[in-house]
């Protein structure tokens, strides 16, 4: 059976998928209709990130890479209907790249219907506050452990400190209260703005691990929209108030 071609764009060139090497800093795109949302903010972070970690300055126009995005998702034959993610990735040698995903069964973002199953696993994501192909790799390893354990996914525990990762920022809900870390991440920002659009106040700061004995419910928002977990290590959660927080991310 013929394997379906798959195609990149690299600095600013759609050509067939290859594996790039290097290191490289990473930000999740969330495309529907062909469009980037919050291209502009995601260009942003992964400027910063790239001038403090790589000491560069990457040369990404918004204006261009949607062009590109776009491109990309036609020549892919990907379907404008659902949402689809696209990486865009930074590496440290100053070249940058775009990749698409398959397509989503949502069109926008959404409350998941998969609620995990989750586990909290002693595993430290390297240098935390910035999205890295190595924090790629541990986040990897640590469901490639749940799973084996039975379970879906894991939280990341550094210490008695829960870990929130920039591009799947961590949240605990204690009655109506959304708790969550400082995070120079777009996720982190719709994640707060969403909360507070829904009229549910929002406190700034680290998360602990004994703050799951107290919360309601744990959340994580990715490019696809709100997971609420089932279970993190057998106790059990609901997703009330993460429905709510889902509700106001289409309008951000």
Known sequence: MAVAERYMVAD????????????????????????????AAHIGVITRRAEELFGLRPRLSAVRLDEQIESLLIRSRLSR???????????????????????????????????PEAITLPIQL??????????IATRQLADAVARRRGYHTALLVRGEELESEPTRPLAIVVGTTVIM???????????????????LPVEKRRLRRSDLTSADEVLQLSWQGITAMAHVDGRAYMAIIGERIAQELENI
């Open 12 to 39: 600013g060139q759609i050509v067939e998928w290859r594996a790039m090497e290097g290191l490289y800093l990473y930000q999740e795109i969330h495309t529907l209709d062909y469009r980037a949302r919050h291209l």
């Open 81 to 115: 209907r659902v949402s689809t993610r696209v990486i865009l990735k930074c590496y440290a040698s100053g070249s940058y790249s775009l990749e698409c995903d398959e397509p989503s069964i949502y069109s926008g973002y959404a409350m998941r219907s998969l609620r």
């Open 181 to 199: 870390a400082e995070c120079d991440s777009l996720e982190a920002n719709l994640l707060e703005r969403a909360a507070r659009k829904a009229g």
């Open 126 to 135: 390297p240098m935390a506050d910035y999205p890295t192909s190595a924090s």
